[in-house]
C-alpha cells in the first residue's frame, strides 16, 4: 500500500462554510456536499482498478470484521491475536456500532472499499480527557489482498484531511508502529508523521520474542 509519491498535509480552502481539501494526486477528488458525512474520495489504484474512501456505514460490519480477521491472520505489524476480536459477527456488529456512533467531533471512522466490499479502515479517535482533546489516535489497515495499491496512502489522506477541518482543533496526530515494521513506517513519514520515541520491548509476538514499537507524531497546526 506504499507509494513512491512524496505527500504531506492538504491544504483546506474555504468554500462557502465548509472546507474542500485540494490534494495533489490528480485521481482522487473530495466531494463538495453540504456537510463532512457526505464527502467520500474516488480513486484510481495502481492497477487501474477503482475504489471509494467515505466514512463507514452500519452494513459496512461483515466486509471489516473479516478484514480485521485476515489482517490479524497474517500477522504483519499488528498487536491484536484473534482472540481480541469478538468470536461472532453479532458481538462485532454491536461493537462496530458504537463505534461509528460516537459524537462526530470525537472519532472519524471511514472505509476503503473496492468492488463493492469494505477492504480497508481508518480510525482517529479524539483522547477524552478535557486536557487532552487537542490529541488525536490514529489507527490504519488493509486487507493483505488489497495492500499494495495505494488504498491505505488514500485511508490516510481522508483521514488527515478530517484532522485540519474538524472542531473544536486537533493539533497532535500519534500513532504506533512496529520498529520492523518498515513499509508502514516509510509511509508514515511521507505523510508528516515523525518519530517521538521508542518503547523498548513493547510488542511480544506468538514466539515469547519482544520487540520495540515506535510512537510516530504529527503536528498539525505546524504543517497545515
Given at each position: 500500500m ?5 505527500y ?13 481539501v485540494c ?7 473530495i ?5 463532512w ?6 480513486l484510481l489504484l495502481?492497477d487501474?482498478s477503482?475504489?471509494?474512501v467515505r466514512l ?6 461483515s ?11 497474517e500477522?504483519?505489524?499488528v498487536?491484536q491475536?484473534?482472540e ?11 461493537k462496530f ?5 460516537q459524537?462526530?467531533?470525537d ?11 469494505s ?9 477524552m480527557?478535557?486536557r ?8 490504519v ?8 495499491l495505494?488504498l491505505?496512502r488514500?485511508l490516510?489522506?481522508y483521514a488527515?484531511?478530517w ?11 500519534e500513532l504506533?508502529?512496529?520498529c520492523?515494521?518498515?513499509?508502514a ?8 508523521f ?5 518503547r ?9 520474542e ?7 507524531v504529527l ?5 497545515s
Amino acid at each position: 500500500m506504499l507509494s513512491g509519491v512524496n505527500y504531506f498535509l492538504p491544504r483546506p480552502m474555504q468554500i462557502g462554510t465548509f472546507s474542500l481539501v485540494c490534494w495533489s494526486w490528480p485521481m482522487e477528488r473530495i466531494d463538495s456536499g453540504a456537510c463532512w458525512e457526505s464527502r467520500s474520495v474516488e480513486l484510481l489504484l495502481r492497477d487501474g482498478s477503482e475504489a471509494t474512501v467515505r466514512l463507514a456505514l452500519i452494513s459496512d460490519d461483515s466486509d471489516l470484521y473479516a478484514t480485521e480477521r485476515a489482517i490479524i491472520s497474517e500477522g504483519v505489524g499488528v498487536v491484536q491475536g484473534i482472540e481480541d476480536l469478538p468470536p461472532t459477527l453479532d458481538q462485532y456488529r454491536e461493537k462496530f456500532c458504537a463505534r461509528i456512533s460516537q459524537r462526530p467531533e470525537d472519532c472519524l471512522y471511514a472505509v476503503g472499499s473496492r468492488h463493492s466490499h469494505s477492504v480497508g479502515y481508518v480510525q482517529i479517535e479524539r483522547i477524552m480527557p478535557r486536557r487532552l482533546r487537542h490529541v488525536g489516535v490514529v489507527s490504519v489497515g488493509v486487507h493483505p489482498l488489497h495492500q499494495g495499491l495505494g488504498l491505505g496512502r488514500a485511508l490516510m489522506r481522508y483521514a488527515l484531511s478530517w484532522a485540519t477541518c474538524v472542531q473544536p482543533p486537533l493539533v497532535r496526530l500519534e500513532l504506533g508502529v512496529q520498529c520492523d515494521n518498515y513499509r508502514a513506517r516509510r509511509l508514515y513519514e511521507t505523510l508528516g508523521f515523525s518519530r517521538e520515541s521508542t518503547r523498548r520491548r513493547f510488542v511480544r509476538n506468538i514466539r515469547g520474542e519482544e520487540s520495540d514499537d515506535d510512537v510516530m507524531v504529527l503536528f498539525i497546526d505546524s504543517h497545515s
